[in-house]
């Protein structure tokens, strides 16, 4: 690598609700991390999403209490507050241009790391055409979102000139089906990490969770 390339920072972002965080968000991460080269990946998990209007979600400090301790013992990884902490309505557009004043006095380069489902309704994000200009977009795969079932050509020149593909083992994981699982008293173990298995269970989060309710989750 180029000395010039070496000093500037790669950060990863990983954005989401994490409502809870699994090993499906954790292992994307870790690949992002190695395969980018990343000095870190911050988690960010979002406060007032408008994208969540649809299904009331669990308080923003239960939800950023889970990441932090799915992420504690991993040096690599960190927990950021800052959208939990905004008032207004959580925008990426937004997290990504305060981020920036962060590393103000350093050459700094962002990896915004999503799912591949999301990244194809990015068109109705806030101010999603200048997302490109401030972060590369990582596009995870998912099970049942494998690249060919999609599109990207459909996706603005400027959003797919700044994506790239990141390939990550299938676990069949997600949020909604955790929170289900609690709900009808079913089995946690090796779905996510064991310190966020007993803080669900202390707290008593998700037990009102319709077992039988189809959502699909949006960034």
């Known amino acids: ?48 999403s408008y994208q969540k209007s649809y299904r009331s979600v669990t308080p923003a400090e239960e939800r950023y209490m889970m990441t932090f301790l799915a992420t504690l013992d991993n040096p690599k990884f960190s927990v950021s507050r800052l959208e939990i902490d905004r008032e207004d309505p959580s925008h990426t557009v937004d997290t990504l241009r305060e981020m920036r004043y962060w590393y103000a006095d350093q050459a700094v380069e962002f990896f915004f ?50 994506v790239l593909r990141l390939e990550i083992p299938l676990l069949s994981i997600s949020s909604t089906e955790i929170r289900h699982r609690v709900a009808a008293g079913e089995n946690l173990r090796y779905l996510l990490p064991h310190p966020v298995e007993q803080y669900i269970y202390k707290r008593g989060l998700y037990k009102d969770e319709d077992p039988g309710r189809d959502v699909v989750l949006k960034k």
């Open 1 to 48: 690598m180029p000395a010039e390339e070496a000093s500037v920072l790669r950060i990863g972002i990983m954005g989401g609700t994490f409502d809870p965080i699994h090993f499906g968000h954790l292992l994307a991460a870790q690949e992002a991390l190695v395969r980018l080269s990343l000095r870190e990946v911050i988690f960010v998990p979002t406060g007032n």
């Open 113 to 162: 790391i999503t799912g591949i489902d999301a990244l194809m309704s990015m068109d109705t994000w806030t101010e999603y055409e200048k997302i490109p200009e401030l972060c590369t977009i990582v596009a995870a795969n998912r099970p049942g979102y494998d690249y060919e079932h999609y599109n990207l050509g459909n996706l603005p020149e400027k959003v797919r000139s700044r």
